[in-house]
């Protein structure tokens, strides 16, 4: 296979993936991508010599749904339908269609943010728990609060690595002499 899937499509910019399977040789087949999620999206391949050109132009992205899809590309001749490969990828807003605020955090980031003001606000609250005329709080312990913050810190730089081509593990500067 020449090219795959992204994970990651940006509406509003163009799209465009060269796959080769030369099993499915044309004229007799077909490559179709299927995307079902916030809305359902079908491109159809172009073929140029051993290769399936998928492409949409950036105006047909823009119209594109922001959200998670499932995704399903399939060979198609005229007798049967073939499943080549699966998955999921997220389309991505289009920035320039925006024209207010806009936060491109993940999940991981906004809970992330969100927690730390939660710890750095106990700074200055030595109380768990209190009552009022009937009325009680009982605040999440600190150490809940550290290890949530934890999780979250992992999830945040993991994705951050990913982007990166991340490396595993860290990395130890070493000199001999």
Known sequence: MAGSIPSEISAGITFGVSLSYPEYAAPEWGLTLILRGPQAITVDAVRDGDEFIFSAAADTTAAWQPG????????IDSFETVLLEDG???????????????????????????????????????????????????????ADLLKL??????????AKAGKKGGRLGRMHRVRFS
């Open 88 to 142: 999921q990828l997220r389309v991505l807003e289009d920035l320039a269609a925006g024209s207010g605020a806009f936060d491109g955090r993940s999940h991981a980031e906004k809970v992330l943010e969100a927690v730390e003001a939660v710890i750095e606000g106990r700074a200055s609250i030595d109380q768990q728990s209190y009552s009022i005329n009937n009325r009680s709080l009982t605040r999440t312990p600190l």
């Open 68 to 75: 998670a899809y499932w995704w399903q590309l399939r060979a």
């Open 149 to 158: 913050r934890a999780v979250y810190r992992a999830q945040v730089q993991a």
